[in-house]
């Protein structure tokens, strides 16, 4: 498997590739028989157009208040009551699209790949906003702005209503950075940024950091080996959050004082998930981990999705499941990692990290299957 990541000089950015040769990919693990433990139904879905071209970088989604926002590799926008699966509206916008979608159930935004973040509103589009950069985060609708993470590292605030940019914040880095979307949230008042190997808090009013902590330090003799950059799905217990650094680390920190709270070295590229004891991830080897929340020791470890291609996990509701490139998806015993459930949704394969929604998993696969599955 390689990634490709991007070189930022000023607002140009050329493309480089990880790995100038790729293996041949590892035959994936085989499925073995487990007993199941849950009835596992379809409740509705809905088809969508191919979700991603790029599918080592997923497109992905927005949840809000029942109604889940997804746009396509080529723009399509679909707003989805996840209890029904109907459809409240479509929006083709024929642009390709960069950055997955954000909202907060009345605006919405996207980043298109010609660097131009689009907003909108009620199926229209209410304003248009050319980035100095590419992005491939999406962005964050909350407060009644519209925030940006770019390539070269820059975060943007815009009005939501008129899309007048209030404020842009930029920090120096590594040249290199990873074609992939990355943290873009926030906790209490604050506005939680990656920049680098860097967890940084900041003010949403006028992006003045009010704390940073590393997440994941560089290294390597070259630009590529030394490249750290944090990954989007974070997992927050109450004032902990924690957070993964690709390829190099996981850390937790106490997002209230900005202080590392404990950091493991791991080798993976998705985000993470987690309960009240545990936090859960995927290693690119599609191993799955779990560690104990409080002191970052390993509770269980599973080699049973090897090369698979697993997505990040999802914990909710005293249910973890995980999404494989096959088109699976897999319920997980939290308690010990053992398989209790699974069905093969669209063999396509998995788009994205599996979320829980009322009492419903909603799935979305590569080519644009909106599923929602009930397990009892």
């Given at each position: 498997?390689?990634?490709?990541?991007?070189?930022?000089?000023?607002?140009?950015?050329?493309?480089?590739?990880?790995?100038?040769?790729?293996?041949?990919?590892?035959?994936?693990?085989?499925?073995?028989?487990?007993?199941?433990?849950?009835?596992?139904?379809?409740?509705?879905?809905?088809?969508?157009?191919?979700?991603?071209?790029?599918?080592?970088?997923?497109?992905?989604?927005?949840?809000?208040?029942?109604?889940?926002?997804?746009?396509?590799?080529?723009?399509?926008?679909?707003?989805?009551?996840?209890?029904?699966?109907?459809?409240?509206?479509?929006?083709?916008?024929?642009?390709?699209?960069?950055?997955?979608?954000?909202?907060?159930?009345?605006?919405?935004?996207v980043i298109s790949k010609a660097n131009e973040l689009i907003a909108l509103s009620n199926a229209k589009v209410i304003w248009r906003f050319k980035l100095p950069a590419s992005s491939f985060t999406s962005p964050m609708v909350a407060g009644g702005r519209v925030f940006v993470l770019t390539a070269d590292r820059t975060v943007m605030a815009f009005d939501g209503a008129s899309g007048q940019r209030l404020w842009s914040q930029q920090r120096a880095g590594d040249p290199l950075v990873l074609k992939q979307a990355g943290i873009l949230t926030s906790f209490q008042d604050k506005l939680l940024v990656g920049l680098s190997?860097?967890?940084?808090?900041?003010?949403?009013?006028?992006?003045?950091?009010?704390?940073?902590?590393?997440?994941?330090?560089?290294?390597?003799?070259?630009?590529?080996?030394?490249?750290?950059?944090?990954?989007?799905?974070?997992?927050?217990?109450?004032?902990?959050?924690?957070?993964?650094?690709?390829?190099?680390?996981?850390?937790?920190?106490?997002?209230?004082?900005?202080?590392?709270?404990?950091?493991?070295?791991?080798?993976?590229?998705?985000?993470?998930?987690?309960?009240?004891?545990?936090?859960?991830?995927?290693?690119?080897?599609?191993?799955?981990?779990?560690?104990?929340?409080?002191?970052?020791?390993?509770?269980?470890?599973?080699?049973?999705?090897?090369?698979?291609?697993?997505?990040?996990?999802?914990?909710?509701?005293?249910?973890?499941?995980?999404?494989?490139?096959?088109?699976?998806?897999?319920?997980?015993?939290?308690?010990?990692?053992?398989?209790?459930?699974?069905?093969?949704?669209?063999?396509?394969?998995?788009?994205?990290?599996?979320?829980?929604?009322?009492?419903?998993?909603?799935?979305?696969?590569?080519?644009?299957?909106?599923?929602?599955?009930?397990?009892?």
């Amino acid at each position: 498997m390689s990634w490709l990541f991007y070189a930022a000089v000023g607002t140009l950015l050329m493309g480089l590739v990880a790995c100038s040769s790729t293996p041949d990919k590892p035959t994936p693990t085989a499925l073995t028989d487990f007993k199941s433990q849950l009835s596992i139904s379809k409740a509705w879905s809905v088809q969508l157009g191919a979700i991603s071209a790029n599918t080592s970088a997923p497109l992905s989604y927005n949840l809000t208040e029942g109604r889940l926002a997804l746009v396509t590799g080529n723009g399509l926008i679909s707003l989805i009551d996840t209890e029904t699966g109907a459809e409240s509206w479509r929006l083709a916008l024929d642009t390709p699209i960069a950055a997955g979608i954000g909202g907060d159930g009345e605006r919405f935004a996207v980043i298109s790949k010609a660097n131009e973040l689009i907003a909108l509103s009620n199926a229209k589009v209410i304003w248009r906003f050319k980035l100095p950069a590419s992005s491939f985060t999406s962005p964050m609708v909350a407060g009644g702005r519209v925030f940006v993470l770019t390539a070269d590292r820059t975060v943007m605030a815009f009005d939501g209503a008129s899309g007048q940019r209030l404020w842009s914040q930029q920090r120096a880095g590594d040249p290199l950075v990873l074609k992939q979307a990355g943290i873009l949230t926030s906790f209490q008042d604050k506005l939680l940024v990656g920049l680098s190997g860097r967890l940084v808090a900041m003010n949403p009013a006028n992006g003045v950091a009010m704390w940073e902590t590393t997440i994941g330090s560089s290294r390597g003799t070259n630009e590529v080996e030394r490249l750290v950059d944090l990954v989007a799905g974070v997992s927050r217990v109450n004032n902990v959050i924690c957070a993964r650094a690709f390829q190099t680390s996981v850390t937790c920190v106490d997002a209230l004082k900005g202080s590392n709270l404990w950091t493991r070295a791991t080798q993976g590229h998705v985000g993470l998930s987690g309960s009240e004891t545990l936090l859960l991830g995927t290693e690119s080897d599609s191993k799955l981990l779990a560690w104990q929340r409080t002191s970052g020791q390993v509770a269980w470890q599973s080699e049973a999705f090897r090369f698979r291609g697993l997505t990040a996990p999802y914990w909710a509701a005293g249910q973890l499941v995980v999404g494989d490139d096959l088109g699976w998806a897999h319920w997980i015993d939290a308690s010990n990692g053992q398989t209790i459930g699974r069905i093969q949704v669209d063999a396509s394969g998995i788009a994205m990290t599996p979320v829980r929604v009322g009492k419903n998993w909603v799935i979305v696969t590569k080519s644009g299957l909106v599923q929602a599955l009930r397990a009892e």
